[in-house]
């Protein structure tokens, strides 16, 4: 069984908004609540890259091409972080995955954005 289940992607217009989820379904509550969480993309044939975090405290961090763009959020009732996409670019198409930020664990399958301009 996967650490991380990452949901929500597709294809989208250029401009268009889409939220993804990714659910820790391998972690318990008291492990999920106090980490750091982050998303990260990967484009084939590139490195993965982050994007965004947020920390127990709601903290949030953002790379500089998404800032104003995306927002992350967390539900640690359901063990989940999402990641708001809106006024997507075609530069944002690639697999989205997310995971532990400090203690990163197995990748899980990702979710694809196909974003059409």
């Known amino acids: 069984q996967a650490q991380f289940v990452e949901s929500g992607g597709g294809l989208v217009q250029a401009g268009g908004s889409l939220r993804l989820s990714c659910r820790a379904q391998r972690m318990i509550t008291s492990v999920f609540n106090p980490t750091t969480m982050g998303w990260y993309r990967q484009v084939p044939g590139k490195q993965r890259e982050f994007i965004a975090s947020?920390?127990?405290?709601?903290?949030?961090t953002y790379a500089d091409p998404v800032k104003g763009r995306f927002t992350v959020s967390r539900d640690n009732a359901r063990k989940t972080v999402y990641l708001q996409m809106n006024n997507l670019k075609a530069e944002d198409t690639a697999v989205y995955y997310c995971?532990?930020?400090?203690?990163?664990?197995?990748w899980g399958e990702g979710t694809p954005v196909n974003v059409a301009s």
């Open positions: 947020i920390s127990s405290d709601r903290s949030t």
């Open positions: 995971n532990n930020v400090r203690v990163p664990l197995s």
